[in-house]
């Protein structure tokens, strides 16, 4: 089945620097990778995803690029604020099934 | 209402105690899924369910039982559970069914504790 690993596993950063969050997965046939970010006392909150036939998607503060042949996607956040601490998931999928990573707490200091 | 929601949103039971949890999705989507968070590993996805079929992680204990009554409720019955099932089960929804690749929208969850 696949297999996703997510790094780092924590990750603080100063308040308006810019975190990234690294995945990479096993099955070249998964097709859609979202991100999730769970505050504490929530369930994880969809924040953008990118299918295959694309290699970066962009809104706002918040970018995600994939490389299909590496296998790997990456999440990154500029300008970091401090309602951007949570704990963050990417997936993959291909069909129904969701496979996540094992998240990363990220902490935005002031 | 809106989104999912799930209830209770914390529940406190022992071994021998029967339980169900209740997820409901206003989103009028077609597939729900069941999924439990345990601390530091990934999230691990026990029921899926569907206008056409009900899929099941083979992994998941019997003591776990899902019952879908129609495309908007979803519950998970629980009995003589064990301390190590005390989780965050996690409530899902999508709009197409599971043949296909979609955003799937969370509810709040409800944490579990097995005395």
């Known amino acids: 089945g696949e297999n996703v690993e997510q790094h780092p596993s924590t990750l603080s950063v100063q308040e308006g620097d810019s975190a990234v969050i690294k995945c990479t997965y096993s099955d070249s046939a998964s097709n859609y990778f979202p991100w999730y970010k769970q505050e504490l006392g929530k369930g994880p909150q969809l924040i953008i995803d990118?299918?295959?036939?694309?290699g970066e998607k962009k809104d706002q503060r918040i970018a995600v690029t994939l490389n299909k042949t590496a296998k790997h996607f990456s999440l990154h956040i500029t300008e970091t604020q401090p309602e951007d601490s949570a704990v963050y998931f990417c997936?993959?999928?291909?069909?129904?099934?969701?496979?996540f990573g094992a998240g990363t707490t990220v902490t935005v200091r002031a | 209402e809106t989104g999912v929601t799930q209830t209770p949103r914390h529940l406190v039971m022992g071994m021998t105690n029967k339980k169900s949890l209740k997820c409901e999705q206003h989103l009028g989507h077609n597939a729900m899924y069941w999924y439990k968070q345990s601390a530091k590993k990934p999230l691990e996805l026990m029921f899926v369910y569907s206008l056409e079929e009900r899929v099941e992680n083979n992994s998941v204990p019997s003591r776990f039982s899902p019952e879908c009554p129609n495309s908007s409720h979803l519950f998970l019955h629980l009995h003589t559970l064990q301390p190590e099932d005390s989780a965050l089960y996690l409530c899902?929804?999508?709009?197409?069914?599971?043949?296909?690749?979609?955003?799937?929208?969370f509810g709040p969850g409800t944490r579990l504790t097995v005395l």
């Open positions: 899902a929804s999508s709009q197409v069914g599971m043949r296909q690749t979609d955003t799937q929208y």
């Open positions: 997936a993959a999928s291909r069909g129904y099934k969701l496979s």
């Open positions: 990118i299918r295959s036939n694309v």
